[in-house]
Antibody
Framework: QVQLQESGPGLVKPSETLSLTCAVS?????????WGWIRQPPGKGLEWIGS???????YYNPSLKSRVTISVDTSKNQFSLKLSSVTAADTAVYYC??????????????WGQGTLVTVSS | QSALTQPASVSGSPGQSITISCTGT?????????VSWYQQHPGKAPKLMIY???KRPSGVSNRFSGSKSGNTASLTISGLQAEDEADYYC??????????FGGGTKLTVL
């Protein structure tokens, strides 16, 4: 059974960089599949942040592209998210997830439990 | 503002059927048969209910079905049950390996 677990600081100061890691168990990232990050501001809807292939190819939401970096560490079986120059609008629950298809980034079948990141001084 | 438009809320009585719409454009929903639907209970992670417009993952009840016509996709839940009360989100492939979500629909089972 594939399991994902997000980790990282729950509080980040405005203008700083948000950094999260997603540890994957039950499946080797280097074996394939795309992986992704999705966020949800409190009381609001879901927003796709970006996705990464096990080889390192990345795809980002155009609205966040200038501030987002997603990377993968196959040796640790994890992938990471960095979001720079954060503001209060970046306060959200951040989810990591696995893309269901090995062919196209279209939907997510396994999700982490999510981690709340608050941007505040 | 979300790229895909969903009604903010829908409701139905146990045993009834409801349909949630998801309206996009010819650049997303209308161009690809890659619409998915997620169910989210309060405080929980989303759960994939429908993928590729109308396919159900293993373990998802056949009371859930999906369809698409033009730029609008739909999720139908038949035989409503109390546990179906949740938020539902649509998602569409939008080309160049990008995705868009709808704003979400709160389903209330009366």
């Amino acid at each position: 059974q594939v399991q994902l677990q997000e980790s990282g600081p729950g509080l980040v100061k405005p203008s700083e960089t948000l950094s999260l890691t997603c540890a994957v168990s039950g499946y080797s990232i280097s074996s394939g599949y795309y992986w992704g990050w999705i966020r949800q501001p409190p009381g609001k809807g879901l927003e796709w942040i970006g996705s990464i292939y096990h080889s390192g190819s990345t795809y980002y939401n155009p609205s966040l592209k200038s501030r987002v970096t997603i990377s993968v560490d196959t040796s640790k079986n994890q992938f990471s998210l960095k979001l720079s120059s954060v503001t209060a609008a970046d306060t959200a629950v951040y989810y990591c997830a696995r893309v269901r298809s090995i062919v196209v980034v279209a939907d997510f079948d396994y999700w982490g439990q999510g981690t709340l990141v608050t941007v505040s001084s | 503002q979300s790229a895909l438009t969903q009604p903010a809320s829908v409701s139905g009585s146990p045993g009834q059927s409801i349909t949630i719409s998801c309206t996009g454009t010819s650049s997303d929903v209308g161009s690809y048969n890659l619409v998915s639907w997620y169910q989210q209970h309060p405080g929980k992670a989303p759960k994939l209910m429908i993928y590729e417009v109308s396919k159900r993952p293993s373990g998802v009840s056949n009371r859930f079905s999906g369809s698409k016509s033009g730029n609008t996709a739909s999720l139908t839940i038949s035989g409503l049950q109390a546990e179906d009360e949740a938020d539902y989100y649509c998602c569409s492939y939008a080309g160049s390996s990008t995705l868009e979500f709808g704003g979400g629909t709160k389903l209330t089972v009366l």
